[in-house]
């Protein structure tokens, strides 16, 4: 913690503070700090550290944390975003700094020259992206690095702070790295499943409304379920009812998608009998919310399928999408062998010869 952190009793000691502060901190984090918290208060504590120690021994609530070590170094960063949570008031701000994955790439690739920057870059994705997302690997990772320096993405780092109980303010881009702004909104998740492995565990709306695990590989940034609901406040639905512009997918997830790879997982959701070949896909809460409450009650009296009936009628909107599952829900109630039959031949021939591709 910065030393100099104290209570103030005249304008002349709030004046030196101010002055410290702006020799201590890099070019421009003063201004974007000043602007988003009260530095000269006491319910503000400005920190450097990566230690959960400095936040446990606070002890009155708080107005604003501010962290001015990256992310990247927090050991257990959630359990820091629930520590942080208890010790401030409600709608109290975080403030703290990341370098995401773009930065942190630039950083290796623009330090050295090609022949060794380019090398480097790949040996530092593997250990510090692949490895600890593999539980075979996990271990070596943090071997080699004690958890310290970690590679962790904007969608992760927000995905993180959502769950422990915040909601986004603004941000900033200062010396390459990403400065942001949450507030506290409620307490903490303390979701113990989270989107984080290579294979994904997402809830979905079963049968009889029943939450049930699909599993599929994992195609989007670490901790994206959580960003959901601002993504379809901010970006809304794109054609075949997917988010428009959706930066949560990462750009491998994209050719897995493309070629329907990360499903292949919920063939033990098909065995298991959580799925039938057949039927309306299994949707998130927040998906499932925007449905009409009729389709809902339909939807529930059957188990959702692997192939949804979207790839029979391909919709573009959510409207259409809609329509096309109620088809479907009422001919399967009335005869559902030929529904099945029909629907899942009509989707084989989309699929096949009209390049029908989940996005």
Not at 99 to 118: A, D, G, H, P
Not at 127 to 137: A, G, N
Not at 300 to 320: F, H, N, S, V
Request: glycine content about 6%; aromatic content about 16%.
């Amino acid at each position: 913690m910065l030393k100099e952190q104290y209570r103030f009793k005249d304008s002349k000691e709030i004046q030196e503070r101010a002055e410290l502060l702006e020799r201590l901190l890099p070019d421009g984090v003063y201004e974007y700090l000043n602007e988003n918290a009260d530095l000269n208060s006491e319910g503000t504590k400005i920190f450097d550290s990566g230690s959960l120690f400095d936040i446990n021994i606070i002890e009155n609530k708080l107005t604003s944390i501010i962290n001015i070590n990256r992310v990247n170094n927090l050991k257990y960063i959630n359990k820091y975003f629930e520590s942080v949570n208890h010790k401030l008031i409600f709608g109290g701000k975080i403030i703290g700094c990341v370098e995401t994955y773009e930065q942190r790439k630039n950083r290796i690739l623009k330090k050295n020259n090609k022949l060794i920057s380019y090398p480097l870059y790949v040996f530092d994705f593997i250990l510090k992206r692949v490895f600890p997302k593999l539980k075979i690997t996990r271990k070596i990772y943090y071997l080699f690095t004690r958890g310290n320096n970690k590679a962790i993405s904007k969608v992760e780092t927000y995905g993180r702070l959502t769950s422990c109980g915040f909601d986004f303010v603004n941000e900033k881009e200062i010396n390459n790295l990403l400065f942001f702004t949450f507030q506290k909104v409620s307490s903490p998740r303390y979701d113990t499943e989270p989107t984080y492995g290579f294979i994904a565990k997402l809830k979905r709306i079963g049968k009889d409304g029943k939450i049930i695990t699909v599993y599929k590989i994992r195609t989007m940034y670490a901790y994206s379920e959580y960003l959901q609901e601002k993504i379809a406040e901010e970006l809304g639905l794109d054609i075949g009812g997917k988010f428009k512009n959706d930066y949560r997918k990462t750009y491998w997830g994209k050719l897995l998608r493309a070629f329907w790879l990360d499903e292949l997982p919920m063939l033990w959701n098909l065995i298991k009998g959580d799925l039938k070949l057949f039927g309306v896909r299994p949707l998130s809460q927040q998906y499932f919310n925007l449905y009409n409450e009729d389709l809902k009650k339909m939807r529930i009296k059957y188990k959702p399928g692997l192939i949804p009936p979207y790839y029979a009628d391909m919709p573009k909107t959510l409207y259409e999408i809609m329509e096309s599952e109620r088809r479907y829900l009422t001919s399967y109630e009335k005869k559902p062998i030929r529904t099945q039959w029909v629907y899942f031949w009509k989707a084989f021939y989309n699929i096949v010869f009209k390049d029908a591709r989940s996005n």
